[in-house]
C-alpha cells in the first residue's frame, strides 16, 4: 500500500498520538485510522488532507512532520 499509511504510522508513535484520538478528531471511527496506520487502505487525497488538519488540532509539530515526510517519500517516486 501507500506512503501516507506508513507516514502516519511513523509520526503518530513518534509524538505519542493514539489511533484513537486522531480518530475523535477527525470525527471517524479509528478503525479506519487503523487500516491505514497498518497499510491495509490507503486515505483518498481529501482523506490526507483531513489528516493533516487534524493533527495540527492536536500537534503542530506532527503535522509538519506527516507533511514533511509524505511529500519528500512522494519526490523520492518520481521518474
Same mark, same amino acid.
Given at each position: &500500500?501507500?506512503?501516507? #499509511?506508513?507516514?502516519?504510522?511513523?509520526?503518530?508513535?513518534? =509524538?505519542? *498520538?493514539?489511533? #484513537?484520538?486522531? @480518530?475523535?478528531? &477527525? #470525527?471517524? #471511527? %479509528?478503525?479506519?485510522?487503523?487500516?491505514? @496506520?497498518?497499510?491495509?487502505?490507503? !486515505?483518498? %487525497?481529501?482523506?490526507?488532507?483531513? *489528516?493533516?488538519?487534524?493533527? =495540527?488540532?492536536?500537534? %503542530?509539530? @506532527? @503535522?509538519?512532520?506527516?507533511?514533511?515526510? =509524505?511529500? %519528500?517519500?512522494?519526490?523520492?517516486?518520481? !521518474?
Amino acid at each position: &500500500m501507500g506512503t501516507a #499509511g506508513r507516514v502516519l504510522k511513523t509520526v503518530l508513535e513518534k =509524538y505519542e *498520538i493514539s489511533q #484513537g484520538k486522531l @480518530a475523535t478528531v &477527525m #470525527g471517524i #471511527g %479509528s478503525s479506519n485510522v487503523f487500516r491505514w @496506520a497498518n497499510e491495509l487502505r490507503d !486515505p483518498s %487525497s481529501e482523506t490526507v488532507l483531513a *489528516i493533516i488538519r487534524a493533527l =495540527y488540532k492536536i500537534d %503542530s509539530a @506532527a @503535522a509538519e512532520e506527516f507533511k514533511a515526510l =509524505y511529500l %519528500s517519500d512522494l519526490d523520492a517516486r518520481e !521518474p
